[in-house]
């Protein structure tokens, strides 16, 4: 492996040659307006003039490849890193298991390629204009700096895509990458591409919620992307699977701070029921009924993101070496080109669910939604090991894959989140046990007052564990404007 080192001097950092790159470099320059206006228009409302302490990518090397410092938001450094090249690279799945991999697009798949960029490309700026609002609720300064570095790094990962589609897509890609700031969440005439992406991310648990569940269904969909025969789409999710890992980290660390907060006042007022909501409540923190509500909502929601339980888009692409599993190149124990073998899918028959053998490359989504749900579990374990720890016998739990569904077999139906099958009506009756209620919004809405002096914590979060950057507890992570 070489590492290349990135160039700093342009207006565009970058790792991929860009100086020398004249078409590309120009197509990116003339792109580069229109993000900043995206940005100053959709990225943090009220935060842009703010001093950050952010992490910026300066290098591709493992062991040290960023740096941090104080950056105004428009400031910062988007670049383009690729992960190094890896010499000999062979293609690990589908039809071309073996030959080289492609440094450029095959004509044949391109179509594909492209929908495949086009649609990771359009989840990164849509959790930024989901997240925009939320710089004014932050329960500190810490949480808040870390709001704002995951909305620069999926601001990087749209630079990241749109860089892919310029340099080998042509004028399609062109039109492909000025459509990706033309999009809005939630917009009723040019929403996002994908549902999750159009919700709201009205408070802070759901933040949480977001970047543990939604931004966990990217890093799978990364983790498979970076296993394609095409390599520079390869490396390029490989590097930005480092970036991800700080995301998965705000998510769970987020979710567990508000667990443990719970816990300690409930322990503190001599409250043994979770379920006493009301007297939870009055502690001014979140009753773990509620959290749990919060989850099956954004577990639910994330869920749909991995499309139809069969499919033969995702059929396609892994035939073709465009799509791998997860960790593709870790598994043994079949030929990764998956022609005769199946995969159990859970599926609606008559109304009831049965697992049935699906052919495995019409399965693959599933596949990727089972590893995923695995990974989800792992955080799980240590929120309740929190619960535990305080004493109160309760436990969180992952809604049941039925339950709440927009998109596959299950969207025909109700189910409450242990997978019984509900009538309309019952549903009807029932939904509020199961998902944030209004009046469970209007309660989250009135625990979001902002709290900006530094070390302190809003009532219902405890602190973390370790500062960013291993920063003493009272840094001052955000200078205000
Ligand atoms: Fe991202
Ligand atoms: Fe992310």
């Not at 991929?16 to 580069?32: F, M, N, P, T």
């Not at 997860?326 to 073998?341: M, S, T, V």
């Not at 609606?348 to 019409?362: I, Q, R, T, Y």
């Not at 720890?389 to 339950?403: C, D, N, S, V």
Request: charged letters at 25%.
């Amino acid at each position: 492996m070489n590492i290349v080192s990135v160039d700093y001097d342009g207006l565009i950092p970058n790792n991929v040659g860009l100086g020398s790159d004249v078409r590309v470099k120009r197509a990116l320059e003339k792109w580069h307006p229109g993000y900043i206006n995206w940005w100053q228009d959709m990225g943090p409302e009220g935060f842009q003039q703010a001093l950050v302490y952010l992490r910026t990518a300066v290098s591709v090397d493992p062991k040290g490849w960023a740096k941090f410092d104080y950056v105004r938001m428009p400031d910062y450094r988007w670049g383009i890193l690729l992960a190094p090249q890896v010499e000999g690279r062979k293609i690990p799945f589908g039809a071309h298991k073996g030959e080289d991999a492609w440094q450029e697009v095959p004509g044949e798949y391109r179509a594909m390629l492209r929908r495949l960029v086009v649609i990771q490309g359009d989840t990164e700026p849509a959790s930024v204009e989901q997240q925009r609002h939320l710089g004014r609720t932050a329960p500190s300064l810490y949480d808040m700096r870390n709001l704002f570095q995951v909305n620069v790094e999926e601001g990087r990962h749209l630079w990241a895509m749109v860089y892919l589609l310029h340099k080998y897509f042509g004028s399609e890609g062109r039109d492909e990458a000025d459509a990706l700031l033309e999009r809005r969440s939630g917009d009723a005439d040019t929403p996002r591409m994908l549902g999750a992406f159009n919700e709201k991310t009205p408070d802070w648990l759901s933040f949480f919620m977001f970047t543990y569940f939604t931004d966990r269904d990217g890093k799978m969909q990364l983790e498979a992307q970076a296993q394609s025969g095409f390599d520079p789409l390869s490396r390029t999710c490989r590097f930005m699977l480092t970036e991800e890992a700080h995301h998965m980290f705000v998510g769970e660390t987020g979710v567990t701070r508000v667990v443990q907060k719970t816990c300690e006042a409930m322990k503190d007022a001599g409250i043994d029921d979770p379920n006493d909501s009301e007297r939870v409540r009055k502690l001014g923190v979140i009753d773990l009924p509620t959290i749990q509500k919060k989850l099956n909502l954004h577990c639910s929601l994330s869920l749909d993101l991995f499309g139809n339980e069969i499919s033969t888009n995702a059929a396609n692409a892994f035939h073709a070496g465009i799509k791998g599993r997860f960790r593709e190149d870790r598994l043994n124990g079949d030929d990764h080109r998956l022609e005769q073998d199946t995969y159990p899918v859970l599926r609606l028959k008559d109304g009831k669910m049965v697992s049935e053998d699906a052919p495995a490359l019409s399965a693959l989504n599933m596949r990727l939604r089972d590893d995923y749900l695995k990974d989800c579990g792992l955080g799980l374990g240590r929120w309740n090991k929190a619960i535990e720890a305080a004493g109160i016998r309760y436990q969180l739990k992952l809604p049941h894959q039925a339950f709440h569904r927009h998109i596959g077999e299950f969207s025909a139906i109700h189910a409450d989140p242990d997978g019984n099958v509900l009538s309309d009506a019952q549903w009807e009756k029932r939904k509020a046990d199961y998902l944030p209620s209004d009046s469970d919004r209007v309660y989250i809405e009135s625990l979001m007052q902002p709290v900006i002096e530094p070390g302190r914590f809003a009532s219902w979060i405890a602190p973390p564990k370790v500062g960013i950057d291993n920063k003493p507890g009272d840094f001052e992570y955000v200078k205000l404007a």
